[in-house]
């Protein structure tokens, strides 16, 4: 045999080997490929990622997530193979009626509203139906809560080895605000659905940055054991900082809601601001609801388009100083406090006791004379209308604001080109009648007046973290650098001192320190029957800032009300003058060392709680402790606590797993973490320290049962 011929023989015979070899894989091996395949069952699933947190500008959460789950029952046998397949199957339906009554007695505990026979019933449906995925709850919708999820983790058939993980969860987000009501409306609702997203407020403008991204896992069945295997992992939203303060906010609604109550009112408005940065630390919107009490309902701050009334007066007198048309000394004879007004009676609110006669700018305001404005801009501008619009247009007062939050209303001011600008139109919009101004943009407006002319943007927001690190922030933002020159600013702000210090606006006034601003009451228009339809409601507001030397606050307050008596320095005032005394008091600092002497015994106040955390920072602070213990070692002993003159006393309590404890006195973390561990929900109404239960101490314990918390400092 030659060597070529040797070689194509070698060639063949290697051909043929590879040619059987890829026979025997293709049909020999053919069923231990299948075998292998049949060992895999694939079903992805979308992972949902933790919403970011909205945090209060000093660092409390006011918006954060907690899990909630559900928990489905695989029912069909992941074989292919037909005789393993009904092998399998066989061995699940025998666990399932060996156990079913243990199981559901075990679900009846957990979940005491639905009784043994009704889950009976269900879970034979969902064996029936061989659901792969099958809510093992009646209420295919129903989330539980991370307790219930750990306790029915925690049943034997969860545990069953011969079970192989024919149980599995699915994890959401619950959205929960420690601190209730507050600011809810700016910070803003989910939907029910939160696959739907965000509704309005904070929630809604930063969503994408709130809601993170969605992963993806499969539960994978590798020789008969189930894998939860991550392929793209879930990333969490980022935080958002606002600038409320959650002290501050508090301030203002009891401050407000407290006048509501006394004076029947419908709707109640409080905004604070912080001048220099435009930073909102609390905004209030309280509505009446049908059961007498408020709520927060809608975003009346920024979106009411209502007639300001006589806090616009501020804006057109400044027009007239700034045009040198009149200065704080000019002189208006208001005669009786009834004016003919081109046919139309313009009349003061003091009109029945004599009017205010011949008064200067600064008294005018003061008194809050509709006489004397709408004299003085109907004398200097009823020839040039255009010119006073102007005005008011250069200092941005029509301008809409841009908030970082949804539903702002925008600003109608008429101009004389316009439809229905009559003769009547100028007096009247002096006094801020026939032009629409939401209060933020009002508010806006006196802010600048405090911040030295300055006008910027409110803000709501001011930073995003993602796991410490600020990846976005948002600064203040300047409107208009300068509303007006310095000296028709210094004759304002000198004017808005005084009708605080000798004017209506008195109740806004402090003995610790003056105020600025300026009161408004006006009648709210019914539509098409204008002003004398039934019953009148009125808008009283105050609009201002403190302290007036050195301004760092300024504040609006606006309520609308029901007929006659109707003051807005006595009611809106009033409320302004309460909470900038308490926010004043709030933010004065002091050294503690000017307090005390170096032989001095600091004894703090120390909330109700968990004992052991109690005593541990105690004793890292070197803060003296009585323990009234009662010697039983447990790995959580929960208490209460007194101050006396040496030392903080602690004292425990015994916690019995069947009987409501007693959380009077504890903060909200440990009151809602000892309530939720015994299964209860638990809803938190203020801030502070817990002052009332709304299921008393010793009541036997109904799992899934609310409890209410009533906070107070």
């Not at 992941?78 to 699940?92: M, P, T, V, Y």
């Not at 199981?103 to 879970?123: A, E, M, R, Y």
């Amino acid at each position: 045999m030659t060597r070529y011929s040797f070689v194509v023989l070698l060639l063949g015979l290697v051909g043929i080997a590879i040619v059987v070899k890829g026979a025997m894989i293709m049909f020999a091996e053919r069923q231990y490929w299948h075998d292998v395949a049949d060992r895999f069952v694939k079903e992805n699933v979308t992972v949902k990622p933790n919403r970011g947190n909205i945090l209060s500008s000093d660092g409390k959460l006011m918006a954060s997530s907690l899990p909630e789950y559900k928990i489905f029952m695989d029912f069909m046998s992941g074989e292919r193979d037909e005789a393993r397949r009904k092998k399998d199957q066989q061995r699940k339906d025998s666990i399932w009626k060996a156990n079913l009554d243990s199981i559901c007695i075990g679900l009846n505990q957990i979940f005491p509203d639905v009784s043994v026979n009704t889950f009976k019933n269900h879970l034979r449906k969902g064996r029936e139906m061989k659901s792969r995925n099958y809510n093992i709850l009646p209420n295919r919708n129903r989330r539980i809560s991370y307790i219930q999820y750990k306790e029915a983790k925690r049943l034997p058939v969860f545990k069953m080895n011969k079970y192989k993980g024919g149980f599995h969860e699915q994890v959401y987000n619950q959205r929960k605000k420690p601190f209730g009501s507050l600011a809810a409306q700016t910070l803003g609702r989910l939907y029910a659905d939160t696959a739907m997203g965000a509704r309005n407020g904070i929630e809604l403008a930063f969503d994408t940055l709130l809601k993170g991204r969605d992963g993806i896992t499969h539960r994978q069945k590798v020789m008969n054991k189930y894998l939860n295997i991550v392929d793209l992992p879930p990333v969490d939203g980022c935080d958002i900082v606002s600038t409320l303060d959650v002290g501050m906010q508090d301030i203002c609604e009891k401050a407000l809601v407290d006048k509501l109550k006394e004076i029947n009112a419908n709707v109640g408005v409080a905004v604070l601001m912080e001048v220099a940065t435009g930073e909102v630390k609390a905004i209030v919107n309280m509505m009446k609801a049908g059961d007498g009490n408020y709520y927060e309902m809608n975003s009346n701050a920024i979106s009411d388009m209502l007639e300001p009334g006589s806090t616009f007066k501020t804006a057109s007198i400044m027009v007239a100083l700034e045009d040198g048309k009149i200065t704080p000394d000019t002189e208006v004879d208001t005669g009786n406090g009834i004016m003919n007004m081109y046919g139309s009676k313009m009349r003061d609110h003091n009109w029945h006791r004599g009017g205010y006669g011949k008064i200067n700018v600064t008294r005018i305001l003061e008194v809050s004379s509709n006489v004397g404005v709408s004299y003085l801009i109907d004398k200097h501008y009823k020839d040039n209308p255009q010119k006073y619009v102007d005005g008011l247009k250069r200092m941005s007062i029509d301008q809409p604001l841009h908030l970082q939050i949804p539903g702002e209303g925008k600003p109608n001011i008429k101009g004389p080109k316009e439809r229905y600008f009559a003769k009547t139109t100028l007096p009247w919009m002096s006094i801020g009648y026939e032009t629409q101004v939401p209060p933020m943009n009002i508010l806006t407006f006196y802010n600048a007046i405090a911040n030295n002319g300055t006008m910027v943007r409110p803000k709501f927001v001011k930073a995003a973290v993602k796991d410490g690190e600020v990846i976005k922030e948002y600064p203040t933002e300047v409107i208009n650098p300068k509303i007006c020159s310095d000296r028709t600013l210094e004759q304002i702000r000198e004017i808005l001192r005084k009708v605080v210090s000798e004017g209506l606006a008195k109740p806004a006034g402090s003995k610790q320190f003056s105020v600025s601003g300026k009161t408004g009451t006006a009648q709210i228009s019914q539509g098409a029957a204008g002003y004398k339809s039934g019953r009148v409601n009125y808008l009283v507001s105050f609009c201002g800032y403190f302290p007036s030397e050195a301004p760092k606050y300024s504040c609006i307050v606006s309520i609308q009300k029901p007929g006659l008596p109707a003051s807005g320095g006595l009611m809106a005032g009033s409320v302004f003058g309460k909470i900038a005394e308490r926010v004043y008091a709030k933010d004065l600092r002091f050294d503690i060392r000017n307090a005390i002497d170096s032989t001095t015994n600091v004894i703090p106040a120390v909330k109700g709680g968990e004992m052991n955390e109690a005593l541990y920072v105690l004793n890292e602070l070197n803060v003296p402790v009585q323990k009234q213990f009662s010697g039983q070692k447990r790995k959580e002993l929960w208490g209460h606590t007194q101050a006396a003159p040496e030392a903080v006393i602690l004292q425990d309590q015994v916690v019995s797993s069947a009987t409501v404890p007693n959380v009077i006195g504890m903060g909200a973390k440990d009151a809602v973490y000892l309530l939720e561990s015994k299964g209860l929900k638990v809803r938190i109404s203020g801030v502070g320290r817990v002052k009332s239960q709304s299921i008393p101490s010793g009541n036997r314990i109904v799992k899934g049962q609310t409890i209410l918390l009533t906070m107070r400092h």
